[in-house]
T-cell receptor, first 113, second 113 residues
């Protein structure tokens, strides 16, 4: 069965520092891959997506993610974190030919001033 | 277009009561999804509509849950005889294709007391 693992439950970084959030998936072929961000009490907002082509994808709010097939990973990065980036981040997998996405359990990001 | 709208934002109900939530998707999206999110978890798939047809239901969706999308536009999710374990955030999302990524609403937070 398909699964998504986000190994870091909480991450704390200082404002201006770089950020990397990890995501690993389990699926035989290349699925659709997504990163979403959720602010407290809100729905999820799509940051970026990958399903083919260039393995480095750019998203909104200065985020990027790199797909590495050999590691079954799709890690999210940002070179300089802003206090407003504090939120929960979810990695998701969409299996081609099905309708649903499978979400990881999320990584809660805290940003220190 | 104002995005995906969900109503109400919050609902507190007594155990055993019935509740109904509404979702208005982005008008040009023919795909509509319901997900449930509990504290500390990622969203879990509940059901999927393509236009008015309900094409997939999760095994998470017990017989007490029913969803409709009568004219392929808005959708309702009803929970009968609510239980405390139904307390969660219920998220609606819409899309125009599996690889496009979802647009989520802000969710309905249900508390069963």
């Amino acid at each position: 069965a398909q699964s998504v693992t986000q190994p870091d439950i909480h991450i704390t970084v200082s404002e201006g520092a770089s950020l990397e959030l990890r995501c690993n998936y389990s699926y035989g072929a290349t699925p659709y891959l997504f990163w979403y961000v959720q602010s407290p009490g809100q729905g999820l907002q799509l940051l970026l997506k990958y399903f083919s082509g260039d393995t480095l994808v750019q998203g909104i709010k200065g985020f990027e993610a790199e797909f590495k097939r050999s590691q079954s990973s799709f890690n999210l990065r940002k070179p300089s974190v802003h206090w407003s980036d504090a939120a929960e981040y979810f990695c998701a997998v969409g299996v081609p030919g099905t309708y649903k996405y499978i979400f990881g359990t999320g990584t809660r990001l805290k940003v220190l001033a | 277009d104002t995005g995906v709208s969900q109503d109400p934002r919050h609902k507190i109900t007594k155990r055993g009561q019935n509740v109904t939530f509404r979702c208005d998707p982005i008008s040009e999206h023919n795909r509509l999804y319901w997900y449930r999110q509990t504290l500390g978890q990622g969203p879990e798939f509940l059901t999927y509509f393509q236009n008015e047809a309900q094409l997939e239901k999760s095994r998470l969706l017990s017989d007490r849950f029913s969803a409709e999308r009568p004219k392929g536009s808005f959708s309702t999710l009803e929970i009968q005889r609510t239980e405390q374990g139904d307390s969660a955030m219920y998220l609606c999302a819409s899309s125009s294709g599996t690889g496009d990524g979802y647009t989520f609403g802000s969710g309905t937070r249900l508390t069963v007391v």
